[in-house]
T-cell receptor, first 115, second 115 residues
Framework: NAGVMQNPRHLVRRRGQEARLRCSPM?????VYWYRQLPEEGLKFMVY????????ESGMPKERFSAEFPKEGPSILRIQQVVRGDSAAYFC?????????????FGQGTRLTVV | AQKITQTQPGMFVQEKEAVTLDCTYD???????LFWYKQPSSGEMIFLIY??????QNATEGRYSLNFQKARKSANLVISASQLGDSAMYFC????????????FGTGTRLKVLA
């Protein structure tokens, strides 16, 4: 049973370009979460999705950032017109359900560098 | 407000000794889950241990145990017999039942095990 798969592992974009980060959750998991981690900092919640629905996007910047989790295919975090401040590690996690005793499984992360 | 606080940015421990990593949380929920994750230098997030708010006994997983004090709202991680491979960043997280059930993370504690 494959774990959470994120790709690419490393992504370099020039300022103004678009970044697309992909996340395939664990098999059977329909809940996906995106977090951002700056160097030497904790995980900042960005968005929580459940198949085709955005449950909570309270941590997502209002502009340039969007996320989706279509019925078929991976979840996508999209950053338009990237700026240097977007450079960070972006982690995706998935869980089986909304139970409080359900752990989240994390992908390896995508390290975005904006040059 | 739902919040996790980790007040120790960095800790040192001698190999084979025990170490306690502090975590306090803030929630008005009666039901919630508490989790600890390990992030080694390679960057992945590894689930370590879970404690439910209604669990009467402290959780244990091998060398990891969780010192859960509900009245104090603390969920400290105890690592016994530290090994060099325990050197990593450790994150405490909470999944409340109010709101959208998203996982909330602390800022982490960097543990260094000394030979």
């Amino acid at each position: 049973n494959a774990g959470v798969m994120q790709n690419p592992r490393h992504l370099v974009r020039r300022r103004g370009q678009e970044a697309r980060l992909r996340c395939s959750p664990m098999k059977g998991h329909s809940h996906v979460y995106w977090y951002r981690q700056l160097p030497e900092e904790g995980l900042k919640f960005m968005v929580y999705l459940q198949k085709e629905n955005i449950i909570d996007e309270s941590g997502m910047p209002k502009e340039r950032f969007s996320a989706e989790f279509p019925k078929e295919g991976p979840s996508i975090l999209r950053i338009q017109q990237v700026v240097r401040g977007d450079s960070a590690a972006y982690f995706c996690a998935s869980s089986l359900d909304r139970g409080v005793n359900t752990e989240a499984f994390f992908g390896q992360g995508t390290r975005l560098t904006v040059v | 407000a739902q919040k996790i606080t980790q007040t120790q940015p960095g800790m040192f421990v001698q190999e084979k000794e025990a170490v306690t990593l502090d975590c306090t949380y803030d929630t008005s929920d009666q039901s919630y889950g508490l989790f600890w994750y390990k992030q080694p230098s390679s960057g992945e997030m590894i689930f370590l241990i879970y404690q439910g708010s209604y669990d009467e006994q402290n959780a244990t997983e091998g060398r990891y145990s969780l010192n859960f004090q509900k009245a104090r709202k603390s969920a400290n991680l105890v690592i016994s017999a530290s090994q060099l491979g325990d050197s990593a960043m450790y994150f405490c997280a909470m999944r409340p039942t109010s709101g959208t059930y998203k996982y909330i993370f602390g800022t982490g504690t960097r543990l260094k095990v000394l030979a």
